[in-house]
């Protein structure tokens, strides 16, 4: 058994760029599936491409700084330099999908997915797979939760103890 896991271990880091490619693909598509379900003007194919194209720009600036470095010429490239252009144009796309109706403004979800997608990108082109996994996991709880509160329209959490802890206290005072 140890040796068909060793050759699984080989496997995945001759192709790790591709493997990171194919998570973040899948990780933006579920996202965009989300969005598409809700009607959002963002949605599968979008999240997708953000997701795949923030990974390979990752992929490609650290490989990059790595292959085209010097070190022995004082040649050195910031293998984060490219990443670092990828905040900015998702800022110019997110800008693209906020529409402002009267006093209404929409889209702003969208646009703070479209960042939010392009950061799993990133992380997976840097090859971060637990954190960027574990992020989403935790995002989608938290957003099902805020879903919850937004459809039932809750504006405030009360605690029933304290409530009528509170409620005896006050019973106190007017007697």
Known sequence: MPHYMNEVTDFFWQHDVYFRILVSAVLGFIIGWDRTSKNKPAGL????YVSVACTLITIVSIEGAEMLSQPD??????PFRLAAQIVSGLGFLGAGVILKD??????????????????????IGAGFYSIVIFAT??????????????????????????RKKKEEEEEKKIE
Request: aromatic letters at 6%; zero cysteines.
């Open 137 to 162: 996991l935790v995002t989608s709880i938290m957003t099902k939760i805020g879903n919850i509160f937004e459809g039932r329209e809750v504006t405030t959490v009360r605690i029933p103890k304290l």
């Open 73 to 78: 010429s004082g040649k050195m490239m910031d």
């Open 45 to 48: 194919k979008t999240y997708t």
């Open 102 to 123: 009267g006093l209404r403004v929409k889209g702003l979800t969208s646009a703070a997915m479209i960042f939010y997608v392009g950061g799993i990108g990133i992380g």
